[in-house]
């Protein structure tokens, strides 16, 4: 018999079985549950519909609630959603909740944190799990949230569910699953100091299509993966679901053990490798030295070109955040970027959580501990010309009209967000390019997608930043 991936062997271990077999439906224990406000009161009812309106939840402290979506808005139905999530905490005694304190029930814009380090709001759900500990290898966690398979990047499976499946997980901790079967994407080489992961999966989906791993698990491998920061690796599984991927997963290395230990709520757990003769529904390979900057055109993220190509198309607006592009690691390759020069267009930043936010105001543009006389990254930024946003998903999925970085007209955005289809971050006719915060940054010094070449001269240095 052949080995199993690392997906079916985690699948496995919470089936109770000693194998499972692609294709094959079992049920698993769920280690966490994830939900957020936009889908958090649609789950919530159903599980209270299905279970019954005194039912509690199958274990509060597996259950792990972010508000982040539709935050920064006077929009009173998204104030209300997130006061549906604090009665439901308060009900079922949910120990992990991270309260946007600054919502109120009135239909005004709620004053943002002053210090990020003294709120309970966290920011994106998919930055947040991990910085508060709720991640670990060979766990699963399923969420309300496509991009769940971000926590991939962790050696786990992890992947977003529906709310009727949430509700069902809610009252019983368990799912019936498919096993998917995998694909290996395997990189070769250092990653170049011109590309980050954000390139590697354009080029990825750009191959394969948006419906090229459709139930499907992406394997990330490679010494080029391996050369990668553990939160670039997080964009790679972030946008699994891209290509229609169930879940993405890479190795666990040192790396990935040293940020776990230092975060895990949890004191143990089991790191799962591939098995030598695992079997994989196909292989794709790359030369990171051969490969350039990329871009997904308008209006899919399989719509692939290289900057460089794409180099007469003029931009409107730039975009530097989300769980894809809102990382410290991302504002240091931006901030390196702007540094020292001036944006020709709007620029809008939006760091992806509350810490993200923290660190930018804290650290220097090599990731280190800033000195007196030295820049943070938000000041670099800032200093540029860029608009500096509080944390959250912002205008990624649109939201209302007064969202901070909206498109609100046929504007042409260039953007570190994972999805560029019509009306995705607000208005209809706009044109989003989908790229790397390099690409997003030197785009933004010219006012038209730009190469990042033009800008970069040597590797650009991430210190500490992100690492535990």
């Excluded at 459709?214 to 972030?238: C, H, P, Q, V």
């Excluded at 790191?271 to 308008?298: G, I, N, Q, S």
């Excluded at 220097?364 to 930024?381: F, H, Q, T, Y």
């Excluded at 009209?401 to 009306?423: H, K, M, W, Y």
Aim: some cysteine; charged content about 20%; proline content about 6%.
């Amino acid at each position: 018999m052949p080995g199993m991936t690392m997906t079916e062997k985690i699948l496995a271990k919470h089936a109770g079985k000693g194998r499972v077999e692609p294709g094959e439906n079992i049920w698993v224990n769920i280690d966490l549950l994830m939900t957020h406000d936009v889908c958090g009161p649609g789950t919530i009812g159903i599980f209270y519909e299905q279970f019954g309106k005194n039912a509690k939840v199958w274990n509060p402290n597996k259950v792990v609630i972010i508000p982040d979506h539709y935050i920064f808005t006077a929009d009173l139905k998204c104030h209300r959603n997130v006061q549906i999530l604090r009665d439901f905490v308060k009900q079922q005694g949910i120990k992990y909740y991270y309260d946007p304190d600054f919502v109120t029930m009135e239909p005004t814009m709620p004053t943002p944190y002053k210090d990020p380090t003294k709120t309970r709001y966290k920011g994106v759900c998919h930055k947040a799990l991990p910085e508060e500990g709720h991640v670990r290898p060979g766990e699963i966690l399923l969420g309300t949230d496509s991009h769940t398979c971000t926590a991939g990047a962790f050696g786990q499976f992890a992947t977003g569910i529906g709310n009727t499946d949430a509700g069902f997980v809610l009252g019983t901790g368990k799912l019936w699953m498919k096993v998917p079967p995998t694909m290996k994407f395997v990189f070769h080489g250092e990653i170049p100091p011109y590309l980050t992961a954000k390139d590697l999966i354009l080029a990825v989906i750009g191959q394969i299509g948006v419906d090229g791993a459709t139930y499907r698990s992406m394997y990330f491998a490679g010494e080029g993966i391996g050369s990668l920061t553990l939160e670039d690796r997080m964009t790679l599984t972030n946008m699994a679901i891209e290509a229609g991927g169930k879940n993405g997963v890479c190795d666990v290395d040192e790396k990935t053990l040293r940020y776990v230990r230092a975060r895990s709520n949890v004191a143990s757990w089991e790191v799962v490798r591939d098995d030598a003769d695992a079997e994989y529904f196909a292989t794709y390979e790359w030369d990171l030295a051969k490969m350039e900057p990329m871009v997904a055109k308008p209006h899919s993220p399989d719509n692939k070109d290289t900057a460089r190509n794409c180099e007469n198309v003029a931009v409107d607006r730039a975009y530097l955040g989300s769980c894809t592009g809102g990382k410290i690691t991302d504002m240091i390759f931006a901030a390196n970027i702007l540094n020292g020069r001036r944006v020709k267009i709007p620029t809008f930043v939006v760091p992806g959580s509350t810490e993200v936010h923290a660190d930018m105001k804290q650290l220097n543009l090599r990731g280190m501990p800033k000195g007196a006389n030295e820049k943070s990254i938000e000041e670099a930024l800032q200093d540029a010309g860029c608009t500096m946003g509080p944390s959250g998903c912002a205008a990624c999925l649109g939201g209302p009209a007064d969202t901070f970085g909206r498109l609100q007209a046929a504007e042409v955005c260039i953007s570190t967000t994972n999805r560029n289809f019509p009306g995705r971050m607000g208005g209809k006719n706009a044109s989003v390019y989908l790229a790397s915060p390099l690409t997003v940054a030197a785009s933004a010094l010219t006012g038209r997608v730009t190469d990042p070449r033009e800008f970069i001269s040597g590797r650009i240095e991430t210190g500490e930043a992100g690492v535990v």
